[in-house]
């Protein structure tokens, strides 16, 4: 049994020698130069662009400082030494305690009906559990 129209041999060269040793050794060899070629090169560019990006670095942090601190000088120019603004130090982070403890509030809300309705529920249960008992249940059974 034959396959058909699988063309097996027509692209392999099938006839052709293998390489000799010394070409393949040569060709391994040059692939190899030019691989370490190739991963020289990159280390450079790469240690090239960390030396700007580190420069890069540098350069913002000066900038940053310097921006802080003629911030800080024009505070003090038009402030004077206030270390704290005009409603005591703290009043954005009591504002934000009071928000914080306010939506947890609404969100607690739901959680807290249905426990008060559980609550009372039981409470009226056993309510009538309790001052329901005459000693007349079921109704109409004589007293012993």
């Known amino acids: 049994m034959g396959k058909l129209d699988v063309g097996v041999g027509d692209e ?3 006839d052709e020698p ?3 040793p010394q070409e393949t050794e040569e060709a391994v060899e040059a692939a190899r130069e030019e691989w370490r070629r190739q991963k020289d090169e990159w280390r450079q560019r790469k240690e090239e662009w960390r030396q700007h990006r580190q420069a890069f670095r540098e350069d913002m942090r000066t900038r940053g400082k310097a921006f802080k601190d ?5 505070f003090h120019a038009n ?6 603004g005009r409603w005591g130090g703290r009043f954005a982070a009591r504002a934000l305690i ?3 403890a ?3 509030a609404i969100a607690l809300l739901p959680f807290l009906f249905m ?5 009372l529920a ?3 249960f056993f309510v009538a559990l309790t001052r329901g008992r005459h000693g007349d249940f079921p109704p109409g059974r004589p007293s012993a």
């Open 98 to 100: 009071v928000l914080g």
């Open 12 to 14: 392999f060269p099938v």
């Open 70 to 74: 003629d911030v800080r000088r024009s």
């Open 79 to 84: 402030f004077g030494d206030r270390p704290y």
């Open 115 to 119: 426990f008060g309705f559980f609550a």
């Open 18 to 20: 293998p390489p000799t």
């Open 102 to 104: 306010l939506a947890l």
């Open 122 to 124: 039981a409470a009226l």
